[in-house]
Each structure stands twice: as structure tokens, then as C-alpha cells.
């Protein structure tokens, strides 16, 4: 499953960004799909995660409240709206998705496809 980011880059801290992911010739809509962030010499960590039919949901603490996880099965697409953003949310962007399971999972070995990520740096 090839899956593909957009959206990423350069912007003040303060404000917004949206990132897209999407898998051009697949459907993933029985998925669960994550979003994780690796800043630079650091591992990578979840920032959400969200259930195959969006109804269920999960923030890292560090992104409650200014980030917003979403997806369309119909485009097989995701997003993730950045707002409020901080220095501290600099770092290389990466969509996930595991299957099979329903289950919320939150840490990198537990997604088996990825995309190649997209750079968002906030500046201060």
C-alpha cells in the first residue's frame, strides 16, 4: 500500500497547516490510519490515531485541543489539521495505516505501511 503526504511546511508559530494523506489506487477504508511526527534527533511518536470509520479517536497530550485527526473513505484520504502551532511541533509528518484490527495503537512497530513524510517547521 503506497500512501502519499501532503501539505507540510514553513509557518509561524501561531498557525495552521493541513495535511492530506492519500493512496492513490487503494481503498482504506477498513483501516486504521495514524498520523506520527519525528523531530530531528528524536523517535518517532503518534500524534493520532483514528478508528476506519472515524468515530473513534486519539491525541497525543501534546496536540489535544490545536490538532484535528479526520479521513474520507470515499477519496481514501486523511487529514490532520494543525492549529495553534508551536516550534515544538517541528518535524518530519507520516501517515500510517495497520490492518487487520480495529484497535487504536499508538506505537511505530504496530503499522506496517507508511508514507515517506512531509516536513513541517514552525518558526518562532
Known amino acids: 500500500v503506497q500512501l502519499v503526504e501532503s501539505g507540510g511546511g514553513l509557518v509561524q508559530a501561531g498557525g495552521s497547516l493541513r495535511l492530506s494523506c492519500v493512496a492513490p489506487?487503494?481503498?482504506?477504508?477498513?483501516?486504521?490510519m495514524a498520523w506520527f511526527r519525528q523531530a530531528p534527533g528524536k523517535e518517532r511518536d503518534v500524534v493520532a490515531v483514528?478508528?476506519?470509520?472515524?468515530?473513534?479517536?486519539y491525541y497525543a497530550d501534546s496536540v489535544k485541543g490545536r490538532f484535528t485527526i479526520s479521513r474520507d473513505n470515499a477519496e481514501s484520504a486523511m487529514f490532520l489539521q494543525l492549529n495553534s502551532l508551536k516550534p515544538d511541533d517541528t518535524g518530519i509528518y507520516y501517515c500510517?495505516?495497520?490492518?487487520?484490527?480495529?484497535?487504536?495503537?499508538?506505537?511505530?512497530?504496530?503499522?506496517?505501511?507508511w508514507g515517506q513524510g512531509t516536513q513541517v517547521t514552525v518558526s518562532s
Open positions: 500510517a495505516t495497520r490492518f487487520p484490527g480495529d484497535e487504536l495503537r499508538t506505537r511505530p512497530a504496530e503499522y506496517h505501511y
Open positions: 489506487g487503494r481503498t482504506f477504508s477498513r483501516y486504521v
Open positions: 483514528i478508528s476506519w470509520n472515524g468515530d473513534n479517536t
